[in-house]
């Protein structure tokens, strides 16, 4: 049975991947800020492939933590998919710069710690591989004005992962950042263009055909590969 590892789980993206990968027959890790307060991912911890944990990714000690309790134990896929879009602020303007620095914390530092504390459990995979969600928001070849936060909060995640996969690339890791098109989820708003199950259906097939070839690349949800 392989093993899924999965941030930010209790809604969204987070959750239909958590559903997919269950039904699919894998044991699933499904980590979440509050689970207790998750109806939907607490049901699917009924299932006997689907283990639930308690994680704030950007909780250093309590990321090591949940790593050492899986030590020894091989994960096949990491899916860094927790983040946050911080305010929504206009053009010219930064509102909170607490919050930048929380958002920060939340989608770059904390993708880059969740992978190093995990890399001893993707390395006892015959395959290993990091599948982190990013946004062409990040991309500087797409990039438009605005939102300054999340903007580059997603380009610092892109460029830190394509290091690390370069760097993971001669001990058989596969890292990719995926976009996850623009979906209807909370963060997304009702009018985006594609539901949770549209993208997580690419971003699975995604996963699933990666390979060595392709680390360090940054693809659409469709498999389309994306601007840097």
Same mark, same amino acid.
């Given at each position: 049975? #392989? ?5 930010? /789980? ?21 980590? %979440?800020?509050? #689970?207790?307060?998750? =109806? ?5 911890? %009924?299932? %006997? ?16 933590? @949940? ?23 206009? /053009? ?5 710069? $607490? ?6 914390? =939340?989608?770059?530092?904390? #993708? ?7 890399? #001893?459990?993707?390395?006892? !995979? $015959? ?6 969600? !990013? ?13 300054? @936060? ?8 892109? %460029? ?15 890292? @990719? ?8 989820? $909370? ?17 699975? /097939? ?8 392709? !680390? ?5 949800? $469709? ?6």
């Amino acid at each position: 049975m #392989p093993t899924v590892f999965l941030t930010g /789980a209790s809604r969204g993206i987070g959750l239909e991947f958590a559903k997919h990968y269950a039904a699919a027959g894998w044991q699933v890790i499904a980590a %979440a800020r509050a #689970p207790e307060t998750a =109806t939907a991912l607490s049901a699917l911890g %009924a299932e %006997a492939n689907v283990i639930i944990e308690k994680l704030d990714v950007t909780d250093d000690a309590a990321v090591d933590a @949940v790593a050492a309790k899986y030590r020894g134990h091989a994960i096949d896929l990491l899916i860094n998919n927790a983040g946050i879009y911080g305010d929504r602020d206009g /053009a010219l303007g930064i509102g909170n710069f $607490d919050t930048y620095r929380r958002v920060l914390a =939340t989608n770059v530092v904390a #993708p880059m710690k969740v992978a190093l504390s995990l890399l #001893p459990s993707l390395k006892l !995979s $015959d395959a290993g591989k990091i599948l982190t969600i !990013s946004s062409r928001m990040g991309s500087i070849g797409l990039s438009g004005g605005g939102s300054y @936060v999340y903007r580059s909060s997603k380009a610092g995640v892109n %460029a830190a992962m394509h290091a690390l996969a370069l760097d993971l690339k001669p001990q058989g890791i596969t890292a @990719v950042l995926a976009h996850p098109g623009w979906v209807r989820t $909370d963060m997304g708003g009702s009018g985006a263009d594609i539901t949770v199950q549209e993208s997580v259906a690419g971003l699975t /097939a995604l996963a699933a055909r990666m390979a060595l070839s392709d !680390s360090g690349k940054f693809f659409n949800y $469709d498999g389309a590969e994306l601007a840097w």
